[in-house]
């Protein structure tokens, strides 16, 4: 089975500037989720998607916007980029009904100048 | 809401030491929880987890136990090797009624020298 894929792996933005990170699921996995996580800390949940429409949202405001495509493939957007949105950005699939089989991707590092 | 706190680190021993990583949470359901590990510049992996009360988990010879009584998952292995070094999070998940999400502690580096 194929794993979660996430492009780019780096990439460089100026504040204000705008963003779109991107993510391939697992074969048979049909929920993606998002997280954040900053140097040194743990992650934090952005928000989820399953059957292409968000299914729980974190403490985030709504300059993070996402989308699930019917193939289960989804994109983090990112508006009006803030300094502190610089962070290593994770994408996990699983199956909607099992928690515990949550896949990770290798994750997007994203700094903002 | 549901918050889990893990011991900070940097952790560092030497190779064939014993490995404790303390992990407590609080949680408004009966949460699953995990450990996951992140090797440098790699996403991460699950290591292993437990889903009820009084359940061990175990992979790689590390094993934990969720004590209910203490709220408590901590981390152990008997014998650490070099290739150990990493980043530990503990994680609870509380369930589809509370979003299906994990919420995550800090992290705790482990460095294991030869």
């Known amino acids: 089975e194929t794993g979660v894929t996430q492009s780019p792996t780096h990439l460089i933005k100026t504040r204000g500037q705008q963003v779109t990170l991107r993510c391939s699921s697992q074969s048979g996995h049909n929920t993606v989720s998002w997280y954040q996580q900053a140097l040194g800390q743990g992650p934090q949940f952005i928000f989820q998607y399953y059957r292409e429409e968000e299914n729980g949202r974190g403490n985030f405001p709504p300059r993070f916007s996402g989308l699930q495509f019917p193939n289960y493939s989804s994109e983090l957007n990112v508006n009006a980029l803030e300094l502190d949105d610089s962070a290593l950005y994770l994408c996990?699939?699983?199956?909607?009904?099992?928690?515990?089989?949550?896949?990770f991707g290798s994750g997007t590092r994203l700094t903002v100048v | 809401g549901n918050s889990v706190t893990q011991m900070e680190g940097p952790v560092t021993l030497s190779e064939e030491a014993f490995l404790t990583i303390n992990c407590t949470y609080t949680?408004?359901?009966?949460?699953?929880l995990f450990w996951y590990v992140q090797y440098p510049g790699e996403g991460l992996q699950l290591l292993l987890k437990a889903t009820k009360a009084d359940d061990k988990g175990s992979n790689k010879g590390f094993e934990a136990t969720y004590r209910k009584e203490t709220t408590s998952f901590h981390l152990e292995k008997g014998s650490v090797q070099v290739s150990d070094s990493a980043v530990y999070f503990c994680a609870l998940d509380d369930g589809k009624a509370a979003g299906n999400k994990l919420t995550f502690g800090g992290g705790t580096r482990v460095l294991v020298k030869p």
């Open positions: 996990a699939s699983s199956y909607w009904d099992r928690e515990d089989r949550y896949t």
């Open positions: 949680a408004t359901g009966y949460p699953s």
